[in-house]
């Protein structure tokens, strides 16, 4: 669900903010004062639940501060442009008489972003003085389409892995791909292969397996009835790794090791790279599990070179 912050001093346009944005679909939280917007920033930040936009009153009054008016709201902004991990959208909300301290107020800003991590990727005003809520939902709209964009182009960008789902009582499998994949893997350093093997002793192995989840490009995912039969698998990796594909293209690429049930799990709606009905475990000869692994390998090395 898309997320607003509004801060504004005055109930009413906290208010009426709120209710023009809940109409469309935004879950939205309000702040009267700096202190209280920065506090709801940061637990955003903590709690990875970012806003996509945020309604800065100008002219903002902290009852606990001396400071008032811009000094108030261009605090909040800096701590939005220097220190929000996530792309944001600000809409300057201002209901002074005359507007052009406040345009240039703005062109100041924006003309600042080259200088920074700015994760305000876009800034705009309304004039509080005739206000129109047809402007402000225009506004707002296309507002959330470049940060949506950007949001999804940044979490592509962080996809540069192939990350690999089994379990250890397949860990041969696991070897006889990374042993085929190798001349790939030298040939090309930019494909990244990640298996849990990697994870160093006395790390913090959830965190590394999260992290390495939220990098996966393509997934490969070793299916047998142990496979399935993984709790951590069912609860964890698996619903990260369909999330992944629903939202950010990821490519899931799924090897059936041995006979399974995977038709009564949502692997069904995916395409196996070998024949389910020929699992690798069934198929005898080495010759004919090299042919089938080097076959694996190929779409492997497909999947990670496509720039999808």
């Not at 709801?40 to 309604?55: D, R, W």
């Not at 397996?209 to 009835?225: D, E, F, G």
């Amino acid at each position: 669900m898309l997320r607003a912050l509004i801060i504004d001093d005055h109930t009413y346009w906290q208010e009426l903010i709120a209710e023009i944005l809940e109409t469309d679909g935004y879950q939205t939280v309000t702040a009267a004062n700096r202190k209280e917007a920065v506090a709801l920033i940061k637990a955003s930040i903590e709690e990875k639940n970012h806003f996509q936009i945020v309604t800065l009153d100008h002219n903002l009054v902290d009852s606990d501060s001396t400071n008032v008016g811009v000094v108030e709201s261009q605090a909040v902004l800096d701590l939005l442009r220097h220190e929000y991990p996530a792309p944001l959208g600000v809409i300057v909300v201002s209901g002074r008489a005359d507007t052009r301290d406040v345009r240039q107020y703005l062109r100041n800003t924006v003309g600042t972003e080259q200088e920074s991590t700015n994760s305000v990727i876009d800034l705009d005003f309304v004039d509080k003085n005739g206000f129109r809520i047809a402007e402000f939902k225009q506004i707002a709209a296309q507002m959330i389409g470049k940060v949506t964009a950007q949001t999804q182009a940044a979490a592509k960008a962080q996809r540069d892995q192939l990350f690999v789902s089994y379990s250890h009582l397949d860990a041969k499998w696991l070897d006889r791909i990374k042993t085929m994949l190798k001349p790939v893997l030298r040939k090309n350093t930019e494909v990244k292969f990640w298996d849990d093997t990697q994870i160093a002793k006395g790390a913090q192995w959830y965190d590394e397996i999260a992290t390495a989840l939220r990098s996966a490009k393509v997934a490969l995912l070793l299916v047998s009835a142990n496979f399935l039969n993984s709790e951590f698998i069912h609860s964890v990796e698996l619903p990260a790794l369909l999330e992944g594909a629903k939202k950010d293209g990821v490519t899931m690429l799924w090897v059936a090791v041995s006979h399974s049930m995977y038709k009564e799990t949502p692997l069904n709606n995916f395409q196996c790279v070998n024949d389910p009905s020929r699992p690798l475990d069934s198929l005898g000869r080495k010759s004919d599990v090299d042919k089938a692994v080097v076959e694996i390998c190929e779409h492997i090395k497909r999947a990670m070179e496509d720039d999808h």
